[in-house]
């Protein structure tokens, strides 16, 4: 499958923006989809997950409350609603698609290796 991340940009501190990422498969909703972030000069962490149909989903506590994973299956695209956005969270984002077992989405969803599946990535700058 492919993804193609877009939304990303310069903004200031308190604003909001949403991500999107495109699938190209008509299995989308076969996916977990999620979103990483990668600032500069830091490593690769994860942000959000989302289950196949969107019932579950699951934040790294740093973007808990803040920020909001969704998708359109209809649309084959999954959402990064963020707000109260801060310096910090200046990385480029990257979202994912992999087949999880819904049991272990909490646990494996995490992880940046069991994704198979990466977008380009778009920069998101949150100037202060």
């Known amino acids: 499958v492919q993804l193609q991340a877009s939304g990303g940009g310069l903004v200031q501190a308190g604003d909001s923006l949403r991500l999107s990422c495109a699938a190209s498969?008509?299995?989308?909703?076969?996916?977990?989809m999620g979103w990483f972030r990668q600032a500069p000069g830091k490593e690769r962490e994860f942000v959000a997950v989302i289950s196949r149909a969107g019932s579950f989903t699951y934040y790294a506590d740093s973007v808990k409350g803040r920020l909001t994973i969704s998708r359109d299956n209809a649309k084959n695209t999954v959402y990064l609603q963020m707000a109260s956005l801060n310096p910090e969270d200046t990385a480029v984002y990257y979202c994912?698609?992999?087949?999880?077992?819904?049991?272990?989405?909490?646990?494996?969803?995490?992880?940046?290796?069991?994704?198979?599946?990466w977008g380009q990535g778009t920069l998101v700058t949150v100037s202060s």
């Open positions: 498969r008509r299995t989308f909703s076969n996916y977990v």
């Open positions: 994912v698609a992999a087949q999880i077992e819904a049991s272990r989405i909490r646990v494996v969803g995490t992880q940046a290796s069991n994704f198979d599946y």
